[in-house]
């Protein structure tokens, strides 16, 4: 039995901790994409789509970015890291009305329902980056990266990023419904700003000092570094990512630890 | 044991927090049966909340040293998109248990046969009664929280879920919110009755009962 108040270990609750979150991810699974046609590919298939559908644009568009890069390169690590960071935050806000249900369960918190949704979506996107990137370089559109530990470590970087401000307003939207209705505008204003359709370099420089100040431009850089850094020049910091996800993570825990305690089930 | 030490719980309104629960002690021990009663607002859906740890309490302490239920009620929380099989996997999920184990037994107490795999959503309310009740006895617990079982369902299912929850566990102790006389009176060894937040004891039935009388027609 996994509900065992007396004698509680910590192998017990990881235990507990793992099982809840494995029902939510199917559970979710289930109610998203169903068992008809593909199923649960739509977890990256989607993603897929519209990456592939915005590399396609820009090159039809023969967007300018200010290198002699492929436009395929470009889409494809661009593109990858919006969707990572911006679909976390949209499927937390407003998460847990829907859920409410589940809490009836001691075990099933709402940092719960939060993990188990930025998993699937980080899993979601992270797959689709990763498939699209063997197909490309297999079709020879783009080079192997140079170092994949900085891909590696970019796409961590905005992971988190996006992890801890998903959090944060899944927690603040259950206090303000300004949250929801504010996001929409804010990612999709944030979308050209955050480095997916630029290279900093290309920028003017005292533009280069204001648009550094969005911690995804540093990730989504040196995502870039790592893929082609030789042929380009790139502008980031980890250290300031890193930094911002450490401040929204503290924020973020504070917040959830907040509703959690105040939390009514419906 | 479940023990509540000097619970107050608090709600949010818009004229300012109302004090649903006001020092509530409680202790239950293992195997008791016990009623609460209390006219509707009184707070006794708060106090199963609290125990059952749903809700945490605004002051005080609410400790539980063994197995407790979800509270239990016949509308069930499901989730209507998915089928009866994917909704018991789920909790078979969140509570460790194996559900190959337990498809033999939620066929036969429901008989819902072929709609276990059609979504919920199309279930009649009777249909979601069966389920919820079956669910709700796939996991075993030393303690079971009944928040209002109304009389739901035909003769044969109440039978049923007689069966299973005062026959089959017998041994466990239980918590009977209920307006039903009789009910609290064939199932419970003593009673409580909330009165504005703050809980009356009574270690007769019949006492609280005539207590709780008194108070609706007052």
């Excluded at chain 1, 550094?212 to 540093?218: E, S, T, Y």
């Excluded at chain 2, 109302?18 to 016990?34: D, I, M, W, Y």
Aim: net charge negative; charged share 20%; proline share 4%.
């Amino acid at each position: 039995m996994s509900d065992q108040p007396s004698g509680f270990t910590f192998r017990s609750s990881a235990r507990i901790q793992c099982d809840v979150l494995w029902a939510l991810i199917l559970r979710e699974i289930m109610t998203r994409y169903g068992r008809h046609n593909i199923g649960f590919l739509w977890l990256f298939v989607e993603p897929m789509m519209f990456t592939l559908g915005v590399t396609a644009l820009w090159t039809l568009a023969g967007m300018h970015h200010g290198s002699d890069l492929p436009i395929t390169a470009f889409a494809l690590t661009g593109y990858s890291a919006v969707l990572l960071w911006r679909n976390m935050p949209g499927r937390c806000v407003a998460a847990i009305a829907p859920n409410s249900v589940l809490m009836y369960h001691r075990n099933v918190k709402i940092m719960d329902i939060f993990l188990s949704r930025l998993l699937l979506e980080a899993a979601g996107a992270t797959i689709s980056f990763v498939i699209l990137g063997i197909i490309f370089i297999m079709i020879e559109w783009i080079p192997l990266p140079e170092d994949v530990f900085k891909v590696l470590g970019g796409w961590l970087l905005t992971a988190w990023f996006g992890a801890s401000l998903a959090i944060l307003l899944g927690a603040w939207s259950e206090v303000s419904e300004m949250v929801e209705k504010i996001w929409h505008p804010a990612a999709y204003l944030l979308f050209p700003m955050s480095g997916a359709a630029f290279m900093v370099d290309s920028l003017p420089p005292e533009f280069q000092k204001v648009i550094l100040w969005l911690p995804m431009v540093h990730g989504t850089e040196m995502i870039r570094d790592g893929f082609f850094g030789s042929r380009v020049t790139t502008h980031y910091d980890p250290s300031f990512m890193a930094l911002v996800c450490m401040i929204l993570t503290v924020l973020a825990l504070a917040f959830e630890r907040k509703i959690s305690r105040e939390y009514v089930v419906e | 044991m479940i023990v509540l030490n000097d619970v107050h719980k608090f709600y949010p309104t818009r004229s300012g927090p109302v004090e649903v629960l006001r020092g509530v002690n409680f202790t239950l021990a293992p195997g008791e049966k016990v009623g609460i009663l209390g006219r509707n607002g009184a707070g006794k859906s708060t106090m199963i909340r609290l125990v059952s740890g749903v809700e945490q309490p605004s002051s005080g302490l609410v400790e539980r040293s063994m197995r407790v239920s979800w509270p239990l009620a016949f509308t069930g929380a499901f989730q209507g998109a998915l089928t009866g099989y994917d909704n018991m996997r789920f909790i078979c999920r969140i509570y460790g248990v194996d559900f190959s184990d337990k498809v033999g037994f939620i066929e036969e107490f429901t008989e819902l046969g072929p709609y276990l795999r059609e979504p919920v959503k199309i279930y009649s309310s009777g249909m979601r009664a069966r389920l919820a009740f079956a669910i709700s006895m796939m996991i075993e617990f030393d303690c079971y929280l009944i928040d209002e079982v109304a009389a739901v369902g035909d003769a044969r299912f109440q039978t049923k879920c007689h069966v299973e929850l005062f026959e089959r566990r017998g041994d466990r102790a239980l918590i009977i919110v209920s307006h039903d006389e009789n009910y609290i009176r064939a199932h419970c060894q003593r009673a409580c009755v909330l009165v504005d937040g703050i809980l009356h004891h009574f270690s007769d039935v019949e006492q609280a009962l005539d207590f709780h009388g008194s108070l609706m027609t007052a």
